[in-house]
């Protein structure tokens, strides 16, 4: 790919994507269409996949959705999850990519213009910065990193090679969230000093305790690992489950938090938390994870308040939602999730109509399309990784907090934690060798 495009609008994009979500067969959720014409060379943007699990193949079938997009290369350290990138290759494409266990192979090769990073959580930062030194944009799944050390990396990385790059959380590329965030930006709903975010779970349930024993057949598990400490495998704490392991992720403060907080800071501007603190715990899993089943994190902020909670195991969260966001003001409440939004009314108060509307089309089509149109006119996307790095750092601040069980105090410009030194190690990132990730700050 190396033509330079005027893009088509935004407005037209979005357009165009929410009806590319109504016909073909679904792949985790996400509605595929089997439409795909011919593409001069020229127009081409060719992408390697690294991560080719649920999130990995999801992403990549939603790049598929773009006639321009095609695949050269999978990646994964798991030669099942190799096989079934290399079937949705084939079946959507017509071709069979190459395929590579290190993803610096992916790096080296002259027809990928673009990585696809899917992989846990601990295996973002690497492949994203020195993709960017190798000159190939980037599109990175949520939470941007592991840890805030590393999402400063990745944005600096970014920055310094001028690429594209872009966090895959999606709901900043819905109507439907635009104009609730509009609608909030407009002072309707009177001075808003309360935001909250939910996720009451009841898909989750237990995962046991298995004993440690060998990796499967056709896994490369060091490689797994990679940056992360050194442990014998356990089926836990690898594929889907990794979410709820210090060592690789930050459970669903950052796994679900990344996406909802995201909506309500989109919405009240980019002033960061003065401080945070967060109670939790595990009290209703009994197995061998290690992320809070419960928790509660509230973070001050300049003007507002933001509370964020998570409980597993149910699913009758607030406003009768499940999940989802709310903005309290003084004239009323904006209430929101994909299924819909809500606008209530204070009872003393008789400013606005109380009004229900409806949930919008899938984003995900739109969010890849405005990074795919960004890589085309050289222009950031609306969620790029400094946006991301933002979103990611107030995730695991409640995280920290929880761990350290303090209420902290936050630098942004510094990005360091004043009165806990303990808490404040955490916001670093330290790397098993003979890993070593450029632009990592060394912290005192």
């Known amino acids: 790919m ?7 609008s935004r407005r037209r994009f979005l357009q165009k994507s929410a009806l590319a979500g109504t016909a073909g067969p679904l792949l ?3 509605v595929v269409s089997h439409a795909y014409r011919a593409v001069a060379a ?7 996949l690294i991560g080719s699990g649920g999130m990995g193949k999801g992403d990549l079938a939603t790049f598929f959705l773009y006639p321009e997009v095609e695949c050269a290369v999978v990646c994964d350290v798991d030669d099942g999850q190799i096989a079934s990138g290399v079937k949705l290759v084939q079946e959507k494409r ?6 590579v266990k290190d993803f610096r192979r992916v790096l080296d090769r002259d027809d990928v213009d673009v990585l696809l990073v899917a992989t846990p959580d601990h295996w973002h930062a690497l492949p994203t910065v020195l993709g960017c030194q190798a000159g190939k944009d980037v599109y990175v799944e949520k939470p941007l990193a592991k840890s805030i050390a590393e999402g400063r990396a990745m944005a600096e990385a970014a920055r310094r090679h001028n690429r594209i790059a872009q966090m895959g959380a999606q709901r900043r590329s819905s109507p439907a969230y635009q104009q609730a965030v509009e609608f909030v930006q407009s002072g309707k709903l009177g001075k808003v000093g309360l935001v909250r975010a939910w996720a009451y779970l009841d898909w989750i349930r237990p995962i046991g305790s298995p004993p440690d024993g060998e990796p499967p057949a056709g896994v490369d598990y060091d490689m797994w690992l990679g940056p992360a400490p050194k442990r014998p495998f356990n089926p ?3 594929h889907f489950n990794f979410r709820w392991f210090w060592d690789y992720a930050g459970g669903l403060m950052t796994d679900w938090g990344v996406h909802l907080i995201q909506v309500l800071l989109w919405a009240m501007g980019p002033e960061p938390p003065k401080a945070v603190m967060s109670s939790g715990g595990k ?19 300049p003007t507002y308040t933001l509370v964020w909670e998570h409980k597993v195991g149910v699913g009758l969260g607030l406003y009768d939602r499940p999940w989802g966001m709310s903005f309290t003001g ?11 939004c809500e606008i209530q009314r204070e ?9 229900k509307f409806p949930g919008g089309a899938d984003p995900r089509p739109a969010h890849v399309r405005n990074f795919l149109d960004s890589v085309k006119s050289r222009r950031q996307p609306d969620e790029n990784l400094e946006s991301g790095h933002h979103i990611s750092t107030v995730a695991h601040l409640g995280n920290i907090a929880l761990r350290s069980q303090q209420r902290l105090t936050w630098d942004h410009a510094r990005e360091k934690i004043l009165n806990d030194s303990a808490a404040d190690r955490l916001v670093a990132a330290t790397y098993r060798e003979p890993w070593h990730l450029p632009y990592l700050e060394v912290r005192s």
């Not at 020229?42 to 390697?48: A, N, P, Q, T, Y």
């Not at 017509?94 to 395929?99: F, I, L, S, Y």
């Open 283 to 301: 009290y209703v899993l009994v197995d061998n994870s290690e992320t809070p089943d419960t928790q509660i994190t509230v973070y001050e902020f």
């Open 347 to 355: 009872p003393t108060k008789d400013s606005l109509e109380p009004k």
């Open 94 to 99: 017509g071709n069979t990519p190459a395929t």
């Open 330 to 340: 003084t004239e009323g409440t904006l209430v929101i999730n994909d299924g819909g």
């Open 236 to 238: 836990n704490r690898f």
């Open 42 to 48: 020229s127009e081409k943007i060719r992408v390697g």
């Open 28 to 30: 985790g959720g996400l």
């Open 2 to 8: 190396n033509t330079v495009q005027t893009p088509i």
